[in-house]
C-alpha cells in the first residue's frame, strides 16, 4: 500500500466513524475521537518510514 492509499483508507474510515456515530451505532464520540489520532499517528509513522 503507498501512502496515499493508506492515507486514502484513513479518510473512508474517519467518514465511516462519523456516519456510525450519526446512525447511534454503538460508535460513541469518545471512542471515535480517540481512533482518529491514531490512525493519523499510524500514517505518519508509515509515511516516515517510506522516507
Given amino acids: 500500500m503507498t501512502?496515499?492509499?493508506?492515507?486514502?483508507?484513513?479518510?473512508?474510515w474517519d467518514r465511516r466513524l462519523k456516519w456510525m456515530r450519526?446512525?447511534?451505532l454503538q460508535v460513541p464520540e469518545e471512542e471515535a475521537a480517540r481512533l482518529r489520532p491514531a490512525l493519523h499517528e499510524v500514517a505518519a509513522a508509515f509515511e516516515a518510514a517510506r522516507s
Fill in 22 to 24: 450519526l446512525r447511534s
Fill in 3 to 12: 501512502a496515499v492509499e493508506i492515507a486514502r483508507a484513513l479518510e473512508r
